[in-house]
């Protein structure tokens, strides 16, 4: 959390491996990625690292499942099998029923959902989802934030970026940034999610 030009856009990308630290260090499950070349990172953030946006970025002309088995496409999966793949993670995220539809033919908890299990398809280690829930309806962005406690739950790291205090809420730790700075970094107890 931060306000606007406090350095949470630059340490996503940073996580993310699209951009490259001036100084310092960065370890990704034992690897140093700061001193990796672009081939590398490409490699480390197509196996290692799932990124969910607020605008959702799935392509229009590609149905939920299509959008899905992408990243498959990058690693050199076999079509039957990143369809087979793509299909059960839709099914994980409770869009088994929506994996032919468009995204204009899905409501916008229906396609941030899309875009998690899009996330979700290569396995990765970490998470990194920016304001996902800053285009969605409350009880929406609700639903969202229990979709990455399950996940959290199974395994994965999630870092996610909010401005929303009701939605921070819902982290294990929160760290507020301020002027490139960590201002602090505070343990949390999630807030439980209703449900319904």
């Known amino acids: ?6 350095g949470k856009s630059t340490l996503m990308n940073l996580l993310g491996c699209l951009d ?27 196996k290692d690292i799932g990124f969910v946006f607020q605008t959702f970025n799935l392509l229009p002309r590609l149905s939920a499942l299509e959008n899905v088995a992408l990243p498959l496409v990058y690693a050199g999966v076999s079509k039957e099998d990143r369809l087979a793949k ?18 204009n033919e899905l409501s916008g908890g229906q396609r941030q959902r899309v875009a998690v299990a899009r996330a979700l398809v290569n396995d990765p280690a970490i998470i990194l989802a920016d304001e996902p829930t800053g285009n969605l309806d409350t009880k929406t962005s609700y639903e969202i934030m229990s979709l990455f406690e399950e996940i959290h739950k199974a395994g994965n790291t999630v870092i996610l970026v909010t401005h929303e205090q009701d939605i921070a809420m819902h982290a294990h730790r929160i760290i507020r ?4 700075l960590v201002e602090s970094d ?11």
């Open 1 to 6: 959390m931060g306000p606007s030009g406090s």
């Open 20 to 46: 490259s630290p001036s100084r310092g260090q960065y370890w990704l499950n034992g690897k140093e990625v700061s001193t990796m070349e672009d081939s590398e990172l490409a490699e480390v953030r197509n």
């Open 86 to 103: 793509a299909r059960k993670v839709l099914e994980a995220v409770g869009l088994g029923d929506r994996v032919s539809h468009k995204p």
């Open 177 to 180: 940034l301020r002027d490139g």
């Open 186 to 196: 505070i343990a949390n107890e999630p807030t439980a999610l209703v449900k319904g």
